[in-house]
């Protein structure tokens, strides 16, 4: 039992642990994360079509991802790219990506 309680992180690194589950727990925002993780960097119009989404809904679960750091941005002139920005994310998408769900 001491090894387990010694083994705890921080309530603080808990809680963002949380989070960031919270976050790949909702389908639209995992999808979203599973289209960037494939494409690598896309636009919005590019990621709503791949995850059969509207524009809209895209852009606000990409607005949540993005102020929690899961992605970033890149702006080519009026054209803005999102890409994976949490390397945590990004190396658990890339372990589960490939796996069938199980239960």
């Known amino acids: 039992m001491c090894d387990a309680v010694a083994s705890l992180p921080a309530g603080d690194t808990i809680h963002a642990w949380v989070t960031r589950f919270a976050l790949l727990a909702d389908p639209t925002r995992l999808t979203l994360l599973l289209c ?31 102020a929690q750091g899961l992605v970033a941005t890149q702006r080519a002139g009026r054209v803005v790219r999102y890409r994976l ?16 769900a199980t239960l």
Do not use: F, N, Y
């Not at 994310?89 to 069938?100: G, I, K, N, R, Y």
């Open 36 to 66: 960037i993780h494939t494409a690598g960097e896309i636009c919005v119009s590019d990621l709503a079509v791949a995850a059969g989404l509207k524009d809209t809904t895209t852009s606000q679960a990409l607005r949540l991802l993005r």
């Open 85 to 100: 920005a949490d390397e945590t994310v990004h190396a658990l998408l890339h372990e589960v990506a490939d796996q069938p």
